[in-house]
C-alpha cells in the first residue's frame, strides 16, 4: 500500500488535471460557439438559462428524443402493469409481461416491427431444434447481416415516416440478436427432458419482448433470466418504493449531469471538425478526450439505469452499472467492467466455447480474436470498427502477455526480492499508464471514427514528443494510481 499522503496527492492532482481541461474545453467551447453554431446547429434550450446545448451526439439525442415521445411512458407502463401482476396474477406474471411488450413494441414500431422481432425468432427457435451450436450460430450471424443488406433496409424504410423510427428498429433487432442467440445456445446444450419445460417457445418470447431490455439492452442472458423470473425476489410495497425513489434520483442526477455537459462543452461538435480539432491547445486535446469518454460512460448510467431499476422492481438482478472510466487503467478492465451483461454474453458463449485459455497460446489469441470479430461486427462491422477492434485486441494481448510474465516464478522472485510493495505499486501505475494512454486512444477511434484516432495520434505521440507524450503519461500515472486503489476496494466489495 502507498502511504495516505502519496494516494491523496495522486487523487487531487487526477482531479485538478480533469477540471483544469475542462475548463479548457468550456473556453474553447465558447471561443468558437458562433462558428460551431453555423456548422452544427446548436440548440437552444431553457434547462441551464439558455445555454446552446451540442445535439451531435446521434446516440444521445436519439434516445433523449423517443423517451420524450412514447419509450419513457411505455417503461412507467411495465412498471404497473407488472407490480398489478405481482399482486392479482404471480403465476401468469411472465406472460403478461410478454403480452405487454409486444403491444409497447407494436406501440412504437407498429405491426412491420413486431413481425420482424417474431420472424426473427422463430427462425432461432426452429434452427435450434437440430441441437447443433454451430448451425445457430450461423442462423444468428445470417439474421444480424440482414441488418446490413442495401435492398432489405430500403424495404424496412419504407414502413415509417421518419428515419427515427427505421433506426429504433434496426437498434431493436441488433439487441434482439445477443437475446434470441442465448436462447439458442442455451437449449442446444440442454439434454435432460425435464429441463426442456423451460426452454420453450412460450419461454423464448417472454424473453425477447421482456420490455425494460427490448431496445437497447443491457443484455442479460437466458438462464440468468428465467431462474430469476420464476424466482423473482420479492419486496415489500415500502421497500420497494425506497427502490424507486433512490432509483430516480439517481437518475436525474445523470440525466441532469450529462445535459450539463453537452451545454457547457462542445465535444462532439469540436470532434466533428477535424480543422479545430487539429489547432486547440493541448490541454484542450486532452480536456475534449476524457470529455468525451466521461459523458460516454454517464450516458450509459441514464441508457442502462432505466431497465436496470425497472429490473429490481421486477424483482430481477439488473447486471452492474458501467464504472466509471476516469478508475479504468487497463483493456481487461474497460472489458470487464463497463458492460458486464456483454461481457458476460461474450466469454459464455463465444470466447469459453472456442476454447479460451484452455488450448495454448495460439488457442487464446485465436478466441481473442474472434470474440472482438464478433464485436465489432454486432456494432455494424464498419472500418473504424474494425479498427478499434483490432488494436483492443492487441491491448488486451499485451496486457495478458505481461501479467503472465510477471507471475511467472523467476520473476515474483526478484520483484519480491529487490522492490518494496510500495515500488511494486509505482511500477504498476507507471505501465499502466501506458496501457491507459493507448486505452483512451482507442477508444476514441471508437467514439469518434478514425480521423479523430489519427489526429489524436499525430498531434500527441509524433508532433508533441517528447514532453507532451511524457506529460500526458505522467497525468494518467496519477489517474492510473487512483484507478489501482478504486480496484482493490471494488474487488473486495
Not at 444468428?140 to 432489405?152: D, E, F, P
Not at 457547457?264 to 486532452?286: E, P
Request: some cysteine; aromatic content about 16%; hydrophobic content about 50%.
Amino acid at each position: 500500500m502507498l502511504p495516505p499522503w502519496e494516494l491523496s496527492l495522486y487523487l487531487l492532482a487526477s482531479l485538478g488535471f480533469h477540471f483544469y481541461s475542462f475548463y479548457e474545453v468550456y473556453k474553447a467551447s465558447r471561443e468558437h460557439e458562433e462558428e460551431l453554431d453555423r456548422e452544427f446547429e446548436l440548440d437552444i434550450d431553457a434547462l441551464f438559462g439558455g445555454l446552446k446545448k451540442d445535439p451531435t451526439d446521434f446516440e444521445w439525442s436519439f434516445w433523449m428524443e423517443w423517451g420524450k415521445q412514447r419509450l419513457a411512458w411505455l417503461m412507467l407502463g411495465h412498471a404497473a402493469v407488472s407490480q398489478m401482476a405481482m399482486l392479482l396474477a404471480r403465476k401468469t406474471r411472465p406472460w403478461i409481461l410478454m403480452a405487454y411488450g409486444m403491444w409497447a413494441c407494436w406501440c412504437v414500431l407498429g405491426v412491420p416491427g413486431v413481425l420482424m422481432v417474431l420472424l426473427h425468432t422463430v427462425v432461432a427457435f426452429c434452427v435450434a431444434q437440430f441441437r447443433s451450436l454451430l448451425l445457430s450460430w450461423l442462423c444468428s450471424l445470417l439474421l444480424l447481416s440482414t441488418l446490413r443488406l442495401q435492398g432489405v433496409e430500403e424495404v424496412k424504410r419504407q414502413w415509417y415516416r421518419t428515419e427515427t423510427e427505421y433506426y429504433l428498429l434496426q437498434f431493436t433487432l441488433t439487441v434482439r440478436c445477443l437475446y434470441y442467440t442465448s436462447f439458442s445456445l442455451e437449449f442446444c446444450r440442454q439434454q435432460m427432458p425435464a429441463a426442456r419445460a423451460s426452454y420453450s417457445f412460450s419461454w423464448m418470447l417472454a424473453y425477447i419482448f421482456y420490455y425494460p431490455v427490448f431496445h437497447n439492452g443491457p443484455i442479460l442472458n437466458f438462464p440468468e433470466f428465467i431462474k430469476q423470473m420464476q424466482h423473482p425476489e420479492l419486496c415489500s410495497l415500502k421497500d420497494s418504493l425506497c427502490i424507486l425513489a433512490r432509483g430516480l434520483g439517481r437518475l436525474l442526477c445523470w440525466w441532469l449531469l450529462a445535459e450539463l455537459m453537452i451545454h457547457l462543452l462542445y465535444m462532439h461538435a469540436i470532434y466533428s471538425s477535424a480543422r479545430l480539432l487539429g489547432t486547440v491547445s493541448y490541454w484542450t486535446l486532452g480536456g475534449l478526450a476524457l470529455a468525451q469518454v466521461l459523458f460516454f460512460y454517464v450516458k450509459y448510467l441514464v441508457l442502462f439505469g432505466v431497465p436496470a431499476l425497472l429490473m429490481r422492481l421486477d424483482g430481477l438482478h439488473p447486471p452492474p452499472l458501467p464504472r466509471c472510466v476516469s478508475t479504468m487503467f487497463s483493456f481487461t478492465g474497460m472489458w470487464r467492467y463497463f458492460d458486464v451483461g456483454l461481457h458476460n454474453f461474450l466469454i459464455r458463449y463465444v470466447y469459453i466455447p472456442l476454447g479460451g485459455s484452455q488450448h495454448g497460446l495460439l488457442g487464446t489469441l485465436l478466441s481473442t480474436a474472434l470474440t472482438f470479430a464478433f464485436v465489432s461486427y454486432w456494432h455494424g462491422g464498419y472500418d473504424y470498427l474494425w479498427c478499434w477492434a483490432a488494436f483492443n485486441w492487441l491491448g488486451v494481448t499485451v496486457e495478458n502477455g505481461i501479467r503472465r510474465l510477471v507471475e511467472t516464478p523467476c520473476i515474483q522472485d526478484t520483484l519480491t526480492r529487490h522492490l518494496s510493495p510500495p515500488t511494486r505499486r509505482r511500477l504498476h501505475a507507471a505501465v499502466a499508464s501506458c496501457s491507459t494512454s493507448m486505452l483512451i486512444l482507442f477508444n476514441l477511434v471508437f467514439l469518434g471514427g478514425n480521423q479523430v484516432g489519427k489526429t489524436y495520434w499525430d498531434r500527441i505521440f509524433i508532433q508533441g514528443w517528447p514532453w507532451v507524450t511524457l506529460s500526458v503519461l505522467a497525468f494518467l500515472y496519477c489517474y492510473s494510481h487512483v484507478g489501482i486503489a478504486w480496484a482493490q476496494t471494488y474487488t473486495v466489495n
